[in-house]
């Protein structure tokens, strides 16, 4: 089976690497370089320190040509990474040149077998036995030089030593690609990771929009109108005039009071908590249905005249489902007070027998209210967002939401949420 192409370097883990702090700071290329210049001095001090006071008398003195050479065949090892097969070429080369001069082959022995144990940690395998072939037969034709060698034992060191190289080297090798395959897979969980918190965060920002929707949308609406009325009935109805600023006044408390519980969900540690707060967000529960008469009282202090009808037994909903019905009913009487003023509306509840709470919000159309255009000129923009909101609110519950205008006139709104055990896809 063919080996994989050569590696780059494995990525350092700050967690494992045993360089001092500094260095781990430095460019990974930067710390390479330097690792191999000091390797590669250091076994050239080796290499002259054994030519000038170990070579035997039987060979050729250790003269400035011999320092040369060794210099030169020691030093090319602070290529070795960049440069592996073609250092092992070149040290080869110039150590079967300084044998074939006369000098002791031992001196510049280490440098070839450096190259040869790089090339099988960074190449595939037929390079590595090729780059063996030609290290065993310079370390055989060392043999053939010295005086009294047996080739025995010479052929033996040719092949033992490059097969030791090269475990050690295939072992670094398996390392390095494990090491390189870590690396991918952890910066593919960070990619990941990255990716779940954009979607985790675009999601937040969509459902804190609609609460935020839902919220300003309805209570605004209600203020604009019943602080419109009273602006326009003051001259002549005082006592509608104090009504509508009284209703004014509890929507406004309403609302900062919902914009006070939904802000302070948005507190995810309590230690954010400011100590200097004096009034700490309510945690108090969401608006559900049980808050619908309140909410009809509001919508009649607008002047939209709404029933409300129940049908079947009712069934507690779980938080997330109570709050999107509640939300639903709310934009689309708000959405009336906006488009239909002075219209009548009737708001239907039917806990059908499978699991399924039906609910409706019919308007009659345009009614005959007072008139009192510029409040409803006031409220009646928007970008469209309403019914997208209610849909997507109605969908990520297992619902379904439907909105057009009837037959007769009017408008009507009809979503369907599955009852707790329940889900949609059983009907």
């Not at 092992?88 to 300084?98: E, K, P, T, V």
């Not at 952890?186 to 937040?204: G, K, W």
């Amino acid at each position: 089976m063919p080996s994989p192409e050569p590696l780059p370097e494995p990525l350092p883990d700050p967690q494992l690497d045993p360089l001092p702090a500094p260095l781990r700071r430095l460019p990974s290329a930067v710390v390479a370089i330097g690792s191999d210049a000091l390797i590669a001095l250091i076994q050239t001090c080796l290499a002259l320190l054994g030519g000038l006071t170990a070579t035997p008398n039987q060979w050729r003195p250790f003269d400035l040509t011999a320092v040369a050479l060794t210099c030169v065949i020691n030093l090319l090892a602070v290529v070795r990474r960049r440069l592996p097969l073609g250092l092992l070429l070149i040290c080869g080369g110039l150590w079967a040149w300084y044998i074939a001069l006369g000098y002791w082959p031992v001196v510049n022995s280490l440098a070839p077998m450096l190259a040869f144990y790089t090339v099988a940690s960074r190449r595939p395998a037929r390079v590595t036995a090729g780059a063996w072939a030609a290290m065993a037969a310079v370390w055989v034709f060392g043999g053939l030089r010295t005086h009294d060698s047996s080739m025995v034992s010479v052929v033996a060191q040719a092949v033992a030593f490059p097969a030791i190289l090269w475990r050690f080297g295939a072992s670094a090798r398996l390392v390095n690609l494990r090491n390189r395959q870590l690396a991918e897979a952890a910066q593919r969980l960070r990619e990941e990771q990255r990716d779940r918190l954009r979607r985790a965060a675009m999601l937040e920002r969509t459902r804190i929009a609609r609460e935020l929707h839902d919220l300003v949308a309805h209570h605004l609406s209600v203020v604009c109108v019943q602080a419109g009325l009273a602006r326009y009935v003051l001259p002549s109805d005082r006592e509608t005039a104090e009504r509508a600023l009284d209703t004014t006044v509890a929507t406004a408390g309403e609302a900062l009071e919902e914009m006070r519980r939904l802000l302070g969900l948005l507190r995810t540690d309590p230690a954010d908590a400011d100590p200097a707060d004096a009034e700490p967000a309510p945690d108090g529960p969401s608006p559900g249905l049980a808050q619908l008469p309140a909410l009809l009282e509001r919508v009649r202090g607008a002047g939209v005249e709404v029933a409300l009808e129940r049908r079947g037994e009712a069934v507690a909903l779980p938080p997330g489902p109570d709050l999107c019905a509640y939300r639903i009913v709310q934009e689309s009487l708000t959405n009336i007070i906006k488009h239909a003023p002075g219209a009548t509306a009737q708001v239907t509840l039917d806990y059908r027998r499978g699991g399924v709470l039906h609910g409706a919000v019919r308007d009659s159309g345009r009614g005959a209210g007072p008139a009192v255009p510029e409040v409803h000129r006031a409220v009646a923009g928007g970008g469209g967002k309403g019914l997208l909101g209610m849909r997507e609110r109605a969908e990520l519950y297992g619902g379904a939401l439907t909105a057009g205008p009837l037959a007769g006139g009017g408008f009507e709104i009809a979503f369907e949420l599955p009852l707790p055990g329940t889900t949609m896809t059983e009907h």
